[in-house]
Nanobody, 120 residues
Framework: QVQLVESGGGLVQPGGSLRLSCAASGSIFSINAMGWYRQAPGKERELVAGITHGGTTKYADSVKGRFTISRDSANNTVYLQMNSLKPEDTAVYYC??????????????WGQGTQVTVSS
């Protein structure tokens, strides 16, 4: 079993910053790709940022230059630093990890979601 625990969401004013964390634990052999998704009310879940095992990153056009994804492989943790937040960034944010378990299976795992609200 693999468990993901997210933290760091909250209410912030426009222009402010937040840092999300997602820590994985359990029967982890290796973590391949890591990513952050978000889902706003009435909208589909979308990829915000992703990072490969080798450190290659990609971002949605709407967050380029404002958000930074990073990973701490030693602690099985992925971060999302969000700066210059806008009201349209308001959503529930989910981490997603592609994990190879100690039994040799590879699956996608999702965090429980954390609410980010950008409002004055």
């Amino acid at each position: 079993q693999v468990q993901l625990v997210e933290s760091g969401g909250g209410l912030v004013q426009p222009g402010g910053s937040l840092r999300l964390s997602c820590a994985a634990s359990g029967s982890i052999f290796s973590i391949n790709a890591m990513g952050w998704y978000r889902q706003a009310p009435g909208k589909e879940r979308e990829l915000v940022a992703g990072i490969t095992h080798g450190g290659t990153t990609k971002y949605a056009d709407s967050v380029k230059g404002r958000f930074t994804i990073s990973r701490d492989s030693a602690n099985n943790t992925v971060y999302l630093q969000m700066n210059s937040l806008k009201p349209e960034d308001t959503a529930v944010y989910y981490c997603n990890l592609d994990v190879t378990t100690n039994w040799g299976t590879t699956n996608d795992y999702w965090g429980q979601g954390t609410q980010v609200t950008v409002s004055s």
